[in-house]
């Protein structure tokens, strides 16, 4: 159900409760923390390590990271046609969505719990002592780029929102939508204040891709980058991390399971399952995949199908075939098990993808070609990627051309993965042509969510999205 925005940040001051376990399971939710208590968990490098180590859980752990954000967005995009029966999902696919609908408010009310609890560890740590000097930047920093990872997801699903940036509820309950740019200022700031103090390993997160460091905040911020359009600061932050001697790309031979296996060597970032603390699958695979004796729910357009070729490993490997009613029905599969027994009979752990370099090739090589001085580059970044799908090479280097061939790469490379294709059809100008040709319920309006009713109800300094 929906909540209103100051309920929702109400409830964000009991999840803060949350931050001191890392367990993967349900808790009950305690009262808010008063000072004393407070003050106790910032008293050490461990107990404050531990409230970090809860908000990556929580945000892992949240449906919007685990299943509306790689879901939703494809369904309201055009990777994915949408054959099941739940009125969620279908009226997502038709972008007809209305304010009396609960996806929107799920996904408003997620992000700002994270949010809420990214700050309280920001503020702690600025407020009480006991962590030392070293640990309270790394932790400081690694919460800030969940904050902006967060608001860079609100502001593409909602546009304008409001800017959150202290658990004072007198502060924040009638807080007006903030510009779009203004939202991508803050993001930004927090990304480069973070990538200044976050270490270069992953040794603050047991040498694990579950943490941050200083890489993920230079790619995250390259993302950001690119959708602000300051191409040169995507390309140098893209830079940084293909220079770095942490990431590779997996090679082709194992690209059917190694792109999504936990710590793989081209991952960045990746969650820790919300399923289960030694979980191996994914919420990802357990959506797309039918259970067996089910049909799928979900097809891959057959327009977007015809665009791989029949070399394209993406095709072989990412997508499989069921057949329902004598008719073959192309699924996604990247992610492969949906059930622990099955991942642990192939031997084989699975953690859900943030970030991966192949999208720091991608960035580098768009911004690279709307700047248009270093075309050739583009060029190879390009073919990086075609080169691990064994397709074949681009040669253009004519600068329309080659954008849009990075275009369709990228997706292709990243269907069904990060909202990343729904985004980017937004970014790019193109939703309205290319949905508008595709539904027949498609309007601009359906850009946006709609912002949720109670929300709006509460704060009347929030206005609705246009539209609705």
């Not at 084989?348 to 192949?358: D, G």
Request: include cysteine; hydrophobic fraction near 40%; glycine fraction near 4%.
């Amino acid at each position: 159900m929906t909540k209103s925005f100051h309920k929702i940040l109400l409830c964000s001051m009991a999840l803060a409760t949350l931050i001191f376990s890392a367990c993967e399971k349900t808790v009950e939710i305690d009262p808010p923390l008063n000072e004393i208590t407070t003050a106790v968990v910032f008293s050490s490098d461990k107990m404050a390590s531990n409230a970090l180590a809860g908000l990556y859980t929580g945000l892992a752990s949240t449906s919007t990271q685990s299943a509306a954000l790689p879901v939703y967005s494809s369904v309201q995009a055009d990777d994915l046609l949408y054959i099941g029966v739940n009125p969620t999902y279908r009226e997502l696919f038709d972008n007809s969505y209305t304010t009396v609908s609960s996806a929107q408010g799920t996904i408003f009310s997620d992000w700002y719990a994270i949010i809420y609890r990214a700050n309280s560890i920001i503020e702690g740590l600025q407020k009480y002592s006991g962590t030392s000097g070293q640990v309270k930047k790394q932790l400081a920093a690694e919460a800030k780029v969940i904050r902006a990872y967060c608001y860079f997801n609100l502001v593409n699903t909602f546009g304008g929102v409001p800017l959150v940036l202290t658990t004072d509820v007198n502060v924040s309950a009638m807080l007006a939508k903030e510009t779009v740019a203004n939202v991508y200022g803050q993001i930004t700031a927090d990304l480069t204040e973070a990538k200044a103090d976050l270490l270069a390993n992953y040794s603050a997160s047991s040498n694990t891709r579950l943490g941050v460091n200083k890489f993920v905040a230079a790619a995250l911020l390259a993302r950001v980058s690119l959708f602000t359009e300051n191409y040169a600061a995507a390309e140098n932050n893209a830079s940084e991390v293909i220079a770095s001697s942490l990431y590779a790309m997996i090679p082709s031979a194992n690209m059917a399971t190694g792109v999504w296996t936990k710590n793989n060597a081209e991952s960045i970032w990746q969650m820790s399952s919300p399923l289960a603390v030694t979980n191996q699958y994914t919420v990802e695979a357990g959506t797309f995949l039918p259970f067996t004796g089910s049909d799928p729910q979900f097809e891959i357009r057959p327009a977007f199908l015809s665009l791989f070729t029949s070399t394209d490993l993406r095709r072989q490997r990412w997508m499989t075939n069921y057949t329902v009613a004598g008719k073959v029905k192309v699924v996604p599969y990247k992610y492969k098990y949906t059930t622990q027994a099955l991942a642990v009979a192939a031997g084989v752990a699975e953690s859900p993808t943030v970030l991966r370099l192949a999208e720091q090739y991608l960035i580098r090589a768009e911004a690279r070609a709307r700047i248009g001085t270093n075309l050739n580059g583009a060029l190879s970044d390009l073919n990086v990627i075609r080169s691990r799908a064994q397709t074949a090479a681009s040669t253009t280097t004519a600068q329309a051309t080659l954008l849009d061939d990075i275009l369709l790469e990228t997706r292709k490379e990243f269907f069904c993965e990060q909202a990343h294709r729904w985004y980017n059809l937004k970014r790019t100008g193109q939703a309205d042509v290319v949905l508008g040709a595709l539904k027949t319920s498609y309007r601009p309006a359906a850009k946006l969510l709609p912002l949720p009713n109670n929300a709006i109800d509460a704060n009347p300094n929030l206005i609705q999205n246009p539209g609705y």
